[in-house]
């Protein structure tokens, strides 16, 4: 049995010049505010660039992003010394002041106030990114609700219904 030998340029830590080797890969889900429908088909490519730009500005290695009219998915390989809540913060900021001047809706855009991080290994990667690129046919058989929810079950994060949407009306009827 032969053992392939993989050698990989570290991610360098910049304040210490010191080296390490990670893989730490997140699939980052987050929502428009309201989930309302306000990505375009017409500007996907461009929002995808500008966030593109984000993280390759934050060092940080994209695999895949995809988004629907009400959501985007990005996976990412991450540095361990980048903050994840921080990296979030940075793309959903700039992101939105980006389509508010671009005048890309009628009012002020803005994503949902939280958003969901899944860590996977390297060996899923290939699949993860499948997922992502295939949302518009992912999204033909359930809704966005039903995906993010099952992420949630899937890996065993506790929520509570009251704070995973933006309103009430979002919470199930009680029958």
Same mark, same amino acid.
């Given at each position: 049995?032969?053992?392939?030998?993989?050698?990989? =340029?570290?991610?360098?830590?910049?304040?210490?010049?010191?080296? #390490?080797?990670? &893989?730490? #890969?997140?699939?980052?889900?987050?929502?428009?505010?309201?989930?309302? /429908?306000?990505?375009?088909?017409?500007? =996907?490519?461009?929002?995808? @660039?500008? *966030?593109?730009? !984000?993280?390759?500005? =934050? @060092? &940080?290695?994209?695999? &895949? *992003?995809?988004?629907?009219?009400?959501? *985007?998915? !990005?996976?990412?390989?991450?540095?361990?010394?980048?903050?994840? $809540?921080?990296?979030?913060?940075? !793309?959903?900021?700039?992101?939105?002041?980006?389509?508010? +001047? @671009?005048?890309?809706?009628?009012? +002020?855009?803005?994503? &949902? /106030?939280?958003?969901?991080?899944? $860590? #996977?290994?390297?060996?899923? !990667?290939? =699949?993860?990114?499948? #997922? *992502?690129?295939?949302?518009?046919?992912?999204?033909?058989?359930?809704?966005?609700?039903?995906?993010?929810?099952?992420?949630?079950?899937?890996?065993?994060? /506790?929520?509570?219904?009251?704070?995973?949407?933006? $309103?009430? /009306?979002?919470?199930?009827?009680?029958?």
């Amino acid at each position: 049995m032969t053992t392939e030998v993989r050698h990989s =340029k570290p991610w360098r830590n910049t304040r210490t010049h010191g080296k #390490y080797y990670t &893989q730490l #890969y997140v699939h980052i889900v987050f929502s428009v505010k309201g989930r309302h /429908a306000l990505i375009p088909e017409c500007h =996907k490519a461009e929002l995808h @660039k500008y *966030i593109t730009g !984000i993280l390759t500005n =934050k @060092k &940080q290695k994209l695999i &895949q *992003i995809n988004s629907m009219p009400d959501h *985007i998915h !990005i996976l990412v390989g991450m540095t361990p010394d980048t903050a994840l $809540s921080g990296l979030v913060k940075d !793309i959903k900021v700039n992101s939105t002041r980006f389509i508010n +001047q @671009k005048r890309w809706t009628a009012g +002020q855009f803005a994503w &949902q /106030a939280g958003f969901g991080a899944f $860590s #996977y290994s390297h060996s899923q !990667i290939p =699949k993860v990114a499948a #997922y *992502i690129e295939n949302q518009e046919r992912h999204h033909s058989r359930r809704t966005f609700r039903e995906e993010y929810l099952a992420f949630l079950e899937h890996f065993g994060v /506790a929520y509570d219904m009251k704070y995973v949407f933006d $309103s009430v /009306a979002d919470l199930p009827s009680e029958e």
